[in-house]
């Protein structure tokens, strides 16, 4: 028999009844504010800074233009064929003896020095002949932390700095890390007074 509310059967035919949960017997739903972020990892970083050595070679530029000029103006270079030239990392200094060559190395050092180039990033070579019977000296700008150096830093750190500063070689420069800040900050003035041979900088600090 059929009809609202009756049930269907039929011979060979299993019996199936659905109907639904009661609403009491439902998975309850969250609501959208319910839903919990999930946990996110905390990071903790320490204090750190970096040690640089670098040149502004904007200002090296300006140097070199400033003794450029300085070399054709001043009556004791005249006829010396005097110069001085930037290419790259570069300085070409030529004048027409080895005399007045160290005189244009002055000049040169007095514009960096004005610049606010330390003098420990000049690499000078040796004085060679040139065209003319003039003689040349090329200088190099150090740039960047070689191995030796930072090796030369890190013992440094380690036997000076106060307990729980540590460092470590990357690239051309050096990281110190500490937990605390003010411990970086006794490490910062330990190296100012220490001479390393190349001028140093404190970058990138962080706390």
């Known amino acids: 028999c059929s009809g609202p509310g009756r049930i269907r059967t039929s011979v060979g035919v299993s019996r199936q009844i659905y109907s639904l949960l009661p609403l009491s017997a439902r998975a309850p739903t969250l609501e959208a504010s319910q839903v919990l972020d999930p946990p996110k990892a905390s990071v903790w970083l320490m204090p750190t800074f970096d040690v640089v050595s670098q040149v502004d070679m904007q200002e090296a530029r300006n140097a070199v233009d400033q003794a450029a000029r300085e070399l054709e103006t001043r009556f004791d270079f005249k006829g010396t064929s005097s110069s001085v030239e930037l290419s790259g990392h570069q300085l070409t200094l030529r004048s027409s003896t080895e005399d007045r060559l160290k005189a244009v190395l002055q000049v040169l050092e007095e514009k960096l020095v004005r610049r606010k180039i330390s ?89």
């Open 119 to 207: 003098l420990k990033a000049l690499d000078p070579g040796k004085v060679e002949e040139a065209a003319k019977g003039t003689v040349r000296q090329v200088v190099t700008l150090k740039a960047g932390i070689n191995t030796d150096q930072a090796r030369a830093i890190s013992r440094f750190i380690k036997d000076n700095a106060p307990k729980g500063v540590s460092s470590s070689t990357q690239a051309d420069q050096v990281r110190v890390t500490a937990k605390k800040k003010d411990d970086l900050q006794a490490t910062i003035s330990a190296l100012r007074e220490q001479d390393f041979g190349i001028p140093l900088q404190f970058e990138n600090f962080r706390d």
